[in-house]
């Protein structure tokens, strides 16, 4: 641990949050600016018979209205699909087209068929109510299951029974041994809901093409700039790479619904080529909740099998997983890639079988969402574990401890293969579950809780000890597995003539803190101070080709590839700190910011070098000057954090409302940068997993109108739902990285949310309730009490 | 379209509008202080809170013609002009943002709250803050601030986190 790595040091951004001094892209504007509006379909699904633009394109102060047509006169196709999962039989993948604009038929409410660009914004509001479409309603699909079902509504034309693959993984014969011959089985039947990640900056972009350069800028929301601009430009709109600059400026929450390439900023960049004026877009939050992707949305029937001991001898899943509308950039790896794989959970379980189905219905598309497929593993496997070690009588830890691969470190010992493809790097899971008891006192933690029930009131306690895979990842895995992207990322150290650094990163960040523990790390590593280092990402035009930040990535996967230009800066450095001690490199020892020659006290330090570098007058004759590298770092492997999460709970009587009375998380990141931040990643991801337990569900009517859609309906968690956490770590390192760091920005989520119903399952341990599906209003929770069956 | 001279920051501002403009609205596009955020434009966020002679308020949902004569507007940029408020100090001093996109909004709902209530307990703080939706989670580092900010003493945290 350096002076800084490891410490708590306080966050360089805040000081422009603090006096809303951030930029967000809505802060930006352009001269000659105009403003568009999309026309979008308060249809499900219906056939588009004619769209009448006149009375819009008369208001004063419309500019143009563009239409789906337009869109495909222009030869235009539209956002793409970057992961291939193809069928079990080796039929190709079913893949719609999903065009920046609708001509023939809309497929979801919010698709969009007509764009309206005006001076103001009111006035292309004003205007887009006066478009006219003529629709055919269309009966729609809306539940998962039900859309592979014959005589349902077909969202697409060629993609019969709305099936875009169907997919496995495991070994189904030893998993159907295993299930025949169990002891004990233990089902669980659930839909994991459809979330609305909303983000309180709502999506947003400014394009603009300047003739006279032949080159396109994009201000965006994106967690990717890069991706973006690779997406937009090679795949969309045709533009060659050089002439797009892709900007990201400080970007209020993504949460990966801002991962995605988008329809409307494709048709905003489209736009402002044919009216010759930069094009600026602001969604609103009612289109926010029909456009930015969905999260989850999968129907689950999930089992696990013992033998008498207690033992796990098998572990089945059979999913149907909704795409929404339209295939969006990930939305395919997240049921497979993003959740099969993670079905061995932390234990040994000898035979897994993971199948899963992805369907397209007539809702908003659906896409990664903080921990993207993970908490669909996790809740299956957790909620199977505590519901299991009450129907088998035992403790639920006992349950988890007996059952937990053993200690590795990856170094020592080799990682451990799962059966589900993956092979997790490094882990302790027993120390860690023992930690977090500990730091909740679990044998009073019971004994409250006996004592309440002996009292009438409902105090429970749930469990959670999950595992996840991040930092993605591996190219050639993944490159194997259908994607259609590298997964690396890069970044450049450049040192200034007088010795200040500034670090380039393909990563980008939207509340992980990246400006404050990137420098942390180069600071320690130079021996310099934090006002010494700045960072810079979020710009295409400044920054090496990064894929971005989302899948708690950007430390373990940024992180080494800045570690990479470090050692090439300290190596170059040694060479020329050589030159001017006249000695060899292999005499000299970095530390304390100084190459010093072994055992004597002759040394220069690193901002003479710099300058050395920069002023090459007395200088080895075969060296280039200079002291600025880029790198780019592919991951070995993911990285597989983990960690042990327990939630108390007490249950209303009267009205079934569940209060979050105390919540307690240990979390295993591997090395820790900076305390704060992690901390501040949990509380994040805990909240919202809160939020799906309890609160949050995109509710469709059978006609595929969201009826939640705005923030009165949609209930997110707020700061009178939880109790203080108490978080707490262990850091088992990650063997495969320089920083031996994994990610902690979803773990929070992932873990938390089958902690908080396994909470309430306990509480309601005593009135028969077989299970409870999300999210646990107080009015679900209510029936199930006092009917004795399933809410 | 009608002319109105706002009180805002302490400076003088006439702007030509339409009279059902909300405030933010005003605020962001005419008057270029962008420090204050659209949300939800339902006032269901806070994203969008100023004071209105010291009161929080959500300007997404104030219509220009609404204002009083002579109230005195302060936005994220105006509360505090040489020191940083001893709320700013708190959210600093707490490491309280992630993206910064709610804060200005928190920021100013804290601010007002404290003027009106400076020894809070826990419990009034969740009432006062519920209001304001932080997506990022900052919840349990917003509490712990305002009971710093409360505290009078930065060396001295209220609450914890046991």
């Given at each position: 641990m350096?002076?800084?790595?490891?410490?708590?040091?306080?966050r360089?951004?805040?000081?422009?949050f603090?006096?809303g001094?951030?930029k967000?892209t809505?802060?930006?504007n352009?001269?000659?600016?105009t403003?568009?509006?999309?026309?979008r379909?308060?249809?499900?699904h219906?056939?588009?018979n004619s769209?009448?633009?006149?009375?819009?394109?008369?208001?004063?102060?419309?500019?143009?209205?563009?239409t789906g047509?337009d869109?495909?006169?222009?030869?235009?196709a539209?956002?793409?699909c970057?992961?291939q999962?193809?069928?079990?039989?080796?039929?190709t993948m079913?893949e719609p087209?999903?065009?920046?604009m609708?001509a023939?038929?809309?497929?979801?409410?919010?698709?969009?068929?007509a764009?309206?660009?005006?001076?103001?914004?009111?006035?292309?509001?004003?205007?887009?109510e006066?478009?006219?479409?003529?629709?055919?309603?269309?009966?729609?699909?809306?539940?998962?299951?039900a859309?592979v079902?014959d005589?349902?509504?077909?969202v697409?034309?060629?993609?019969?029974n709305n099936?875009?693959?169907?997919?496995?993984?495991?070994?189904?014969?030893a998993?159907?041994?295993a299930?025949?011959?169990?002891?004990?089985?233990?089902?669980l039947?659930y839909?994991?809901?459809k979330l609305?990640?909303n983000?309180?900056?709502?999506?947003?972009?400014?394009?603009?093409?300047?003739?006279?350069e032949?080159?396109?800028?994009?201000?965006?929301?994106?967690?990717?700039?890069?991706?973006?601009?690779l997406?937009?430009?090679?795949?969309?709109?045709?533009?060659p790479e050089?002439?797009?600059?892709?900007i990201?400026?400080?970007v209020?929450?993504?949460?990966?619904?801002?991962i995605?390439?988008?329809?409307?900023e494709?048709g905003?960049?489209?736009?402002?080529?044919?009216?010759g004026?930069?094009?600026?877009?602001?969604a609103?939050r009612?289109e926010?909740?029909?456009?930015?992707?969905?999260?989850?949305?999968?129907?689950?029937?999930a089992?696990?099998?013992?033998?008498?001991?207690g033992?796990?001898?098998g572990?089945?899943?059979?999913t149907y997983?909704?795409m929404g509308?339209y295939l969006?950039?990930?939305s395919?790896?997240v049921p497979t890639?993003?959740?099969?794989?993670?079905?061995?959970?932390?234990?040994?379980?000898?035979?897994?079988h993971?199948?899963?189905?992805?369907?397209?219905?007539?809702?908003?598309p659906?896409?990664?969402?903080?921990?993207?497929?993970?908490?669909?593993?996790t809740?299956?496997?957790?909620r199977l574990?505590?519901?299991?070690?009450r129907e088998?009588?035992?403790?639920?830890?006992e349950?988890r401890?007996?059952?937990?691969i053993p200690?590795?470190?990856g170094?020592?010992?080799p990682?451990?293969?799962?059966?589900?493809?993956?092979?997790?790097?490094?882990g302790?899971?027993?120390?860690n579950?023992?930690?977090?008891?500990?730091?909740?006192?679990y044998?009073?933690?019971?004994a409250t809780?006996?004592?309440?029930?002996?009292?009438?009131?409902l105090?429970?306690?749930?469990?959670?000890?999950?595992i996840?895979a991040?930092?993605?990842?591996?190219s050639a895995?993944?490159?194997?597995?259908g994607?259609r992207?590298g997964?690396?990322?890069?970044?450049?150290?450049?040192?200034h003539?007088?010795?200040k650094v500034?670090?380039?990163s393909?990563?980008?960040a939207?509340?992980?803190?990246?400006?404050?523990?990137?420098?942390?790390?180069?600071?320690?590593a130079?021996g310099?101070?934090?006002?010494?280092?700045?960072?810079?990402h979020g710009?295409?035009?400044?920054?090496?080709?990064?894929?971005g930040?989302?899948g708690s990535r950007?430390?373990?996967?940024c992180?080494?590839?800045?570690?990479?230009s470090?050692?090439?800066?300290?190596?170059?450095g040694?060479r020329?700190?050589?030159?001017?001690?006249?000695?060899?490199p292999d005499d000299l020892?970095f530390?304390?910011?100084a190459?010093?020659?072994?055992?004597?006290?002759?040394?220069v330090?690193?901002?003479?070098?710099?300058?050395?570098?920069?002023?090459?007058h007395?200088?080895?004759a075969?060296?280039?000057?200079g002291?600025?590298?880029?790198?780019?770092?592919?991951?070995?492997?993911?990285?597989?954090?983990?960690?042990?999460?327990?939630?108390?709970?007490e249950?209303?009587?009267?009205t079934g409302?569940?209060?979050?009375?105390?919540?307690?998380?240990?979390d295993?990141?591997g090395?820790?940068?900076n305390?704060?931040?992690?901390d501040?990643?949990v509380?994040?991801g805990?909240?919202?997993?809160i939020?799906?337990?309890?609160?949050?569900?995109?509710?469709?009517?059978?006609?595929?109108?969201?009826?939640?859609g705005?923030?009165l309906?949609?209930?997110?968690?707020?700061?009178?739902?939880?109790?203080?956490?108490?978080t707490?770590?262990t850091?088992?390192?990650?063997?495969?990285?320089?920083?031996g760091?994994?990610g902690?920005?979803?773990a929070g989520?992932?873990?938390?949310?089958?902690?908080?119903?396994?909470?309430?399952?306990?509480a309601l341990?005593?009135?028969?309730?077989?299970?409870?599906q999300m999210p646990?209003?107080p009015e679900?929770?209510?029936?199930?009490?006092?009917?004795?069956?399933n809410a | 379209?009608?002319?109105?001279?706002?009180?805002?920051?302490?400076?003088?501002k006439t702007?030509?509008?339409?009279e059902?403009?909300?405030l933010?609205?005003?605020?962001?596009?005419t008057?270029?202080?962008?420090?204050?955020?659209?949300?939800?434009g339902?006032?269901?966020c806070?994203?969008c809170?100023?004071?209105?002679?010291?009161?929080?308020?959500?300007?997404?949902?104030t219509?220009?013609?609404n204002?009083?004569?002579?109230?005195?507007?302060t936005?994220i940029e105006?509360?505090s002009v040489e020191?940083?408020?001893p709320i700013?100090?708190?959210?600093?001093?707490?490491?309280v943002?992630q993206?910064?996109?709610?804060?200005?909004?928190?920021?100013?709902?804290?601010?007002?709250?404290?003027?009106?209530?400076?020894?809070?307990?826990e419990?009034?703080?969740?009432?006062a803050m519920k209001?304001n939706?932080?997506?990022?989670g900052?919840y349990?580092?917003?509490?712990e601030a305002?009971?710093?900010?409360?505290?009078?003493?930065?060396?001295?945290k209220?609450?914890?986190?046991e």
């Open positions: 350096g002076k800084l790595v490891g410490q708590p040091i306080k360089v951004e805040d000081n422009r603090i006096k001094e951030g967000y809505d802060d930006f352009m001269p000659n600016q403003f568009a509006v999309y026309v379909s308060p249809h499900a219906a056939k588009i769209v009448d633009t006149s009375a819009a394109e008369a208001m004063d102060g419309v500019v143009k209205v563009f047509q869109i495909a006169d222009a030869g235009l539209g956002s793409i970057g992961w999962v193809d069928f079990k039989n080796g039929d079913k087209p999903h065009p920046i609708v023939d038929k809309v497929r979801h409410v919010g698709d969009p068929v764009m309206v660009i005006a001076e103001d914004k009111y006035t292309a509001r004003d205007a887009a006066l478009v006219n479409v003529d629709y055919d309603v269309l009966g729609a699909i809306v539940d998962p299951k859309a079902e005589g349902a509504a077909q697409h034309d060629d993609v019969p099936t875009i693959y169907d997919w496995e993984l495991g070994d189904s014969a998993t159907d041994a299930f025949e011959n169990a002891h004990h089985v233990t089902s039947s839909h994991n809901q609305v990640p983000a309180i900056e709502p999506r947003a972009a400014l394009a603009h093409y300047d003739a006279n032949d080159k396109y800028t994009l201000y965006s929301t994106s967690q990717n700039p890069h991706l973006a601009r997406v937009i430009g090679a795949f969309v709109l045709a533009i050089h002439k797009l600059r892709v990201s400026p400080d209020g929450g993504g949460f990966g619904s801002k995605f390439v988008y329809n409307d494709c905003c960049l489209w736009a402002s080529k044919q009216i004026r930069p094009v600026k877009w602001t609103d009612s926010a909740f029909i456009t930015d992707c969905h999260g989850r949305d999968h129907v689950t029937d089992q696990m099998a013992f033998d008498a001991d033992n796990i001898t572990l089945r899943t059979k997983a909704s509308a969006s950039n990930f395919t790896c890639y993003l959740h099969g794989t993670l079905m061995q959970g932390l234990y040994t379980t000898p035979a897994v993971v199948d899963v189905t992805a369907v397209v219905t007539n809702t908003v659906v896409d990664a969402y903080r921990g993207a497929g993970r908490p669909e593993a809740y299956s496997i957790e574990m505590d519901t299991a070690a088998m009588g035992m403790d639920p830890t349950l401890r007996k059952n937990f200690a590795f470190d170094v020592e010992q990682g451990y293969q799962t059966q589900v493809a993956l092979q997790y790097d490094s302790d899971y027993e120390t579950m023992d930690k977090a008891l500990q730091v909740a006192d044998e009073s933690l019971k809780r006996d004592k309440a029930k002996s009292e009438g009131r105090v429970g306690i749930g469990f959670s000890t999950f996840e991040c930092g993605i990842a591996p895995v993944v490159g194997s597995l994607a992207v997964l690396y990322d890069a970044a450049s150290i450049r040192v003539p007088t010795g500034t670090i380039h393909g990563a980008h939207h509340g992980q803190g990246h400006e404050t523990t990137f420098a942390q790390v180069v600071a320690d130079f310099i101070g934090m006002d010494d280092v700045n960072v810079i710009d295409t035009e400044n920054v090496p080709f990064g894929m930040t989302y950007s430390l373990a996967v992180g080494s590839a800045i570690m990479k470090v050692d090439k800066v300290k190596e170059k040694a020329i700190a050589a030159h001017k001690l006249e000695c060899s020892e530390a304390n910011g190459w010093t020659v072994k055992g004597t006290d002759k040394s330090g690193f901002g003479d070098v710099a300058l050395t570098a920069y002023v090459p007395d200088y080895p075969d060296e280039e000057p002291l600025d590298f880029a790198s780019f770092y592919d991951p070995a492997n993911f990285v597989y954090p983990f960690g042990t999460h327990i939630c108390v709970v249950v209303d009587k009267d409302e569940v209060d979050v009375t105390k919540y307690v998380a240990v295993d990141c090395n820790v940068i305390p704060m931040i992690v501040g990643q509380h994040g805990v909240a919202q997993g939020g799906q337990a309890l609160y949050e569900g995109a509710v469709y009517d059978d006609d595929g109108q969201l009826l939640n705005s923030m309906d949609y209930t997110m968690p707020r700061a009178d739902n939880f109790p203080m956490f108490e707490d770590k850091e088992t390192p990650c063997p495969h990285n320089p920083l760091v994994k902690i920005g979803e989520t992932i873990a938390s949310t089958p902690a908080v119903v396994n909470a309430v399952m306990d341990s005593d009135y028969g309730v077989k299970d409870l646990l209003t679900r929770v209510w029936s199930a009490m006092n009917s004795n069956g | 379209m009608s002319e109105f001279t706002l009180n805002i920051n302490g400076k003088q702007v030509n509008v339409d059902d403009t909300p933010l609205w005003v605020i962001r596009d008057l270029g202080y962008t420090g204050t955020k659209f949300g939800c339902r006032g269901l806070g994203a809170t100023i004071h209105i002679d010291g009161e929080a308020t959500r300007s997404c949902v219509p220009i013609d204002l009083d004569e002579d109230v005195e507007l936005t105006g509360l020191n940083p408020h700013q100090e708190a959210w600093l001093e707490g490491d943002p993206c910064g996109y709610c804060q200005s909004g928190q920021i100013m709902t804290a601010a007002a709250f404290l003027e009106r209530n400076p020894n809070p307990e419990n009034d703080i969740d009432t209001m939706i932080c997506r990022c900052t349990p580092e917003i509490k305002i009971l710093t900010a409360a505290n009078g003493s930065l060396a001295n209220g609450g914890s986190d």
